[in-house]
């Protein structure tokens, strides 16, 4: 079946680089997502990537994709205090109606 | 540009009175359609989603019905709601031209 793993905290300093971490176990996941909740709100997309890539950058964020070992990694450059929340993994595959299966999410604490 | 709206975003409700949380959906056409439950600290269960008017489907068989009148409205029901029912609800749309899944800003329910 389908199951999405993350540690459940992290605490990083401002400044510093959060490295959060997500294994999957459906091999045929086509997708990968990486959501960011704040308190009180909804999921924002940060970002995704396609189970072709080994990996994609955007801005501060840099997402790092092993589909040999089914690893799915969300890097953070430079952690601002505004990074605090809550960041969930998903996973999906493609074609008609697919469920998103999300992990449990990690809550990321970031310390002035 | 495609928007989702729901409401409300906080609701009070005593044990056996009925439920109805709305979802709209602009900017698009024809989109999947989702709600997902998070219980305080957990990830998120999908509930039930919908590919079109008037097709929906169950994930997890609870004291709750979902319905589809309009092509991008989303309505989650209850007759009774039961204290378990309490919850942090999501609702979310999906374009299938691009698989990604988008969330609305959520409804906190407390059932007492």
């Known amino acids: 079946g389908e199951d999405v793993e993350q540690s459940l905290f992290l605490s990083v300093r401002e400044g510093d680089s959060s490295v959060i971490n997500c294994t999957y176990t459906?091999?045929?996941?086509?997708?990968l997502y990486w959501y960011k909740q704040e308190p009180g709100a909804g999921l924002q997309l940060l970002t995704y990537?396609?189970?072709?890539?080994d990996m994609k950058q955007d801005q501060r964020l840099t997402v790092l994709l092993n589909k040999k070992d089914k690893h799915l990694s969300l890097r953070i450059a430079d952690t601002q205090t505004g990074d605090s929340a809550i960041y969930f993994c998903?996973?999906?595959?493609?074609?008609?109606?697919?469920?998103?299966?999300f992990g449990i999410g990690t809550k990321l604490q970031v310390i002035p | 540009s495609q928007t989702i709206h729901q409401w409300p975003a906080t609701l009070v409700q005593p044990v056996g009175s009925p439920l109805s949380l709305e979802c709209t959906v602009e900017?698009?056409?024809?989109?999947?359609l989702y709600w997902y439950r998070q219980a305080a600290g957990r990830g998120l269960q999908l509930l039930f989603y919908?590919?079109?008017?008037?097709?929906i489907s169950s994930e997890v068989p609870q004291n709750l019905s979902a319905s589809r009148p309009q092509d991008r409205q989303f309505i989650l029901s209850s007759k009774k709601l039961l204290l378990s029912d309490s919850g942090f609800y999501l609702c979310?749309?999906?374009?299938?031209?691009?698989?990604?899944?988008?969330f609305g800003s959520g409804t906190q329910l407390s059932v007492l």
């Open positions: 998903a996973e999906t595959k493609s074609g008609g109606y697919q469920k998103v299966t």
């Open positions: 459906d091999s045929s996941s086509t997708y």
């Open positions: 990537i396609f189970s072709n890539m």
């Open positions: 900017g698009t056409s024809n989109p999947n």
């Open positions: 919908s590919v079109g008017i008037g097709q």
């Open positions: 979310a749309y999906k374009v299938t031209t691009n698989e990604k899944l988008f």
